[in-house]
């Protein structure tokens, strides 16, 4: 059955620094893209960057690039999506998801989301 | 970027009855759309890809169909368990693969 189980929520404070991850199971995690997507509480999702297991090469949508990476430790088969300084506007919950390896960009497994609040 | 524009936003559909959801791309998209349920409290879930290849389980009265920028989801017989929101994905040009705002399925 293929997993990905994705860290406990978060309470962070403005400027604080945040590493949160998604470890795959079930599969082989060097096969498929991860993906992250962010879905501010009540609204929609934004697609926010991905990583490629096998060599950690990277994509970052114009609207996240520069305030956050993505790494991947092969070892453990997780992939990590971290700041280094929080606003409040990142309050939200964050998915990981599996790139489907048929078609690019589907996004065929989801994590459950990590929900990250940031409040001074 | 791709913008993707999902009508309605709200629909009010009786248990049994057809939905029909719509997605617009902004520019030519060819096939490459996918479509996602998101149920209250839980992450989306892969419904359509490729505009109208249905994902594996999933039941056969959802069908996707469209091309180019026009795209439409249709519920033949609406369940119980399909009142959610539904997103369309842009995959054709990146980054980023552009999602639509979600159009609630609710209970009449």
């Known amino acids: 059955e293929v997993r990905l189980v994705q860290s406990g929520a978060e309470v962070k404070k403005p400027g604080e620094s945040l590493r949160i991850s998604c470890q795959g199971s079930g599969y082989t995690f060097t096969n498929h893209w991860i993906t992250w997507v962010r879905q501010v509480p009540g609204k929609g999702l934004e697609w926010m960057a991905r990583?490629?297991?096998?060599?950690?090469?990277?994509n970052y949508s114009p609207s996240f690039q520069g305030h956050v990476t993505l790494s991947i430790d092969k070892s453990i088969a997780t992939a990590y999506l971290q700041w280094s300084s929080l606003k409040a506007s990142d309050t939200a919950i964050y998915y990981c998801a599996r790139r489907f390896r048929m078609v690019q960009g589907v996004l065929d497994f989801w994590g459950r989301g990590t929900l990250v609040t940031v409040s001074s | 970027e791709v913008v993707m524009t999902q009508s309605p936003a709200t629909l009010s559909v009786s248990p049994g009855e057809r939905a029909t959801l719509f997605c617009r791309a902004s520019q030519s998209i060819g096939s490459n759309l996918a479509w996602y349920q998101q149920k209250p409290g839980q992450a989306p879930r892969l419904l359509i890809y490729?505009?109208?290849t249905r994902a594996t389980g999933i039941p056969a009265r959802f069908s996707g169909s469209g091309s180019g920028t026009e795209f439409t989801l249709t519920i033949s017989s609406l369940q119980s368990e399909d009142f959610a929101v539904y997103y369309c994905q842009q995959c054709n040009d990146w980054p980023p693969y552009t999602f639509g705002q979600g159009t609630k399925v609710e209970m009449k």
């Open positions: 990583i490629d297991p096998t060599d950690s090469y990277t």
């Open positions: 490729s505009a109208s």
